[in-house]
């Protein structure tokens, strides 16, 4: 049965070696032994000042020594973040906390970038505001259509506003990729202009039904928590959406300065 080659390390560990550093380290410390051992040969012929110089200079070589040993197997750390797409099988569950407070001082449309793979994904509003829930909402849909592109296409480069933002197509002669490409580019031109609408406030928000409801009749630090789940992967499949929650804490500052 032919052995199975394991994916590449994402790090290695190279030792840094300096001979010279090394040799310059080891005459200081013979230095210090033989300045203790010349202390402790002549301590009877002199007095207390003697001992005080001891006791210091036996603690100064303490201290050097447990310094120098620290620096003395230097190590350096090359990471090779190209490799990770090899290990991805290998790779734990994660949960991605996304705080967010303000959608006029933290836009929506440089917040929502959802990624795939094995990802839990919680946004927690301290604004609990119905800008960000409907950005996340859109975000979604937009995103259900963008990672099987990424997908399919090798796209490496998973944040959209960084993939658009060049006027240049990229380097694909397929008539299949092209069309593909001018779609999604349109779907997110889309997405960018409803949530840039909703942060102008120019939506018509209905706050009394449907998904929104729980926006109604709240105050921006006064509220009761809420939690929707936008997206959920029930079959925690890899290849699809992670899971996307929604989170606005409770406030309650009439109830805490009452105590």
Known sequence: MAKAISPPNLYD????????????DVTIFVLLISLLVYRLLHFSSNGFAWLLALLCESCFTFTWALTVSTKWNPVEYR??????????????????????ADPELEPPILTWTIPAGKL?????????SPVTYYSLVEASKFARLWVP?????????????RYFCSEEVPLNNSLEFQQEYNKMKDEYEELASKINDANKKSIDWNLSSGDFAAFSNIERKNHPA?????????????????????????????????L
């Open 13 to 24: 560990k190279v030792s840094l070696q300096n001979p010279l550093h090394r040799a310059f």
């Open 79 to 100: 990471t090779y973040p190209e490799r990770l797409s090899q290990k991805i099988q290998e790779l734990p569950p994660v949960d991605m906390f996304v705080t967010t």
């Open 120 to 128: 839990a994904c919680y946004v927690s509003d301290d604004g609990c």
């Open 149 to 161: 592109f990424c997908k399919k296409h090798d796209i490496q480069d998973r944040a959209p506003f």
């Open 226 to 258: 809420i939690i929707k789940v936008v997206w959920e992967n029930k079959g925690g499949i890899s290849d699809e959406l992670p899971h996307l929650i929604y989170i606005s804490r409770e406030k309650r500052p009439k109830a805490s300065t009452s």
